[in-house]
């Protein structure tokens, strides 16, 4: 069952009964895909195949997309992509399942969607950046230092007693 209104989901029941080391693509190639409530991912392609085991049906999923993120230093957002590369066991039984837990459902439907986010999750930079030479903003007037330069003077102390200088400026006078 792979529609366009659930395209994550597959049914791979077929698989089940084929001779181990059977195996099957399956293809996409989406301009959008929604990952979850919170992640889309734009030009979304990608295979998943299945092998059969004598386990259970092997998935080896190789993914790709691109998404923006805000850039960390300032503060626009800058198109990254994703490659999502990923292994699962989906166990006939409670004695073959793996750390991750999966089993092929009764009814040979498998919905990726869950699987497929929480890899693309780790796949997102903690801090990204718009490029490796960013220069972010100006810390005293909030100019995008990559878009023109505000002329405020750069030497900044980086200190964190930084803030307190101004207070022991005052008292020495």
Do not use: W
Not at 46 to 69: C, E, H, I, V, W
Not at 102 to 108: A, E, I, R, W
């Amino acid at each position: 069952m792979n529609t366009s209104h659930r395209p994550l989901r597959l049914n791979i029941g077929f698989l089940i009964g084929q001779p181990i080391g059977t195996n099957h693509d399956f293809n996409f190639d989406f301009d959008e895909m929604q990952i979850g409530e919170d992640l889309t991912l734009r030009d979304f392609t990608g295979t998943a195949n299945f092998s059969r085991l004598p386990q259970g049906l092997y998935l080896q999923a190789d993914f790709q997309g691109k998404l923006d993120l805000e850039c960390v230093h300032c503060l626009s957002f800058s198109e990254h992509n994703l490659k999502i590369k990923f292994t699962e066991l989906y166990a006939f039984d409670d004695r073959s399942v793996s750390d991750s837990g999966l089993l092929v459902p009764d009814n040979g439907n498998i919905n990726l969607k869950p699987v497929l986010r929480d890899y693309a999750m780790l796949e997102i930079p903690i801090s990204p950046k718009c490029k490796p030479e960013c220069k972010g903003l100006c810390p005293r007037c909030g100019q995008n230092l990559n878009e023109k330069d505000c002329g405020h003077n750069r030497e900044i102390d980086t200190s964190p007693f930084a803030p307190l200088k101004p207070l022991f400026k005052d008292q020495s006078q």
